[in-house]
């Protein structure tokens, strides 16, 4: 199994920024991706950013230019840079792992972790 703990969310105003971090522990062969997700209210979850263990990262377009991700394969741990926040970025944030284990891959969430972008 696999463990996510995700840190960094609260309470920013418009322009603003802040840093999302997601760590994982437990019993693997390797990590494949690590990526960031968001689910705003009455939404569904959309795909935010995901950086492969050997290949480029893909932003969603509304993020592109504002938001960066980055991955410590040391520290098996997901870092999602967040700048120049809007109002529409407001959302819980999950942090998603695929993982590589003995019998295949499968995927890991963390818990989410909120982010609001207000005046």
């Known amino acids: 199994q696999v463990q996510l703990v995700e840190s960094g969310g609260g309470l920013v105003q418009p322009g603003g920024s802040l840093r999302l971090s997601c760590a994982a522990s437990?019993?693997?062969?390797?990590?494949?991706?690590m990526g960031w997700y968001r689910q705003a209210p009455g939404k569904q979850r959309e795909l935010v950013a995901v950086?492969?263990?050997?290949?480029?990262?893909n932003y969603a377009d509304s993020v592109k230019g504002r938001f960066t991700i980055s991955r410590d394969n040391a520290k098996n741990t997901v870092y999602l840079q967040m700048n120049s926040l809007k109002p529409e970025d407001s959302a819980v944030y999950y942090c998603?792992?695929?993982?590589?284990?003995?019998?295949?891959?499968?995927?890991?969430w963390g818990q989410g972790t909120q982010v609001t972008v207000s005046s």
């Open positions: 998603n792992v695929r993982a590589s284990l003995v019998f295949g891959t499968n995927d890991y």
């Open positions: 437990g019993r693997f062969l390797s990590i494949v991706t």
């Open positions: 950086v492969p263990s050997g290949g480029s990262r």
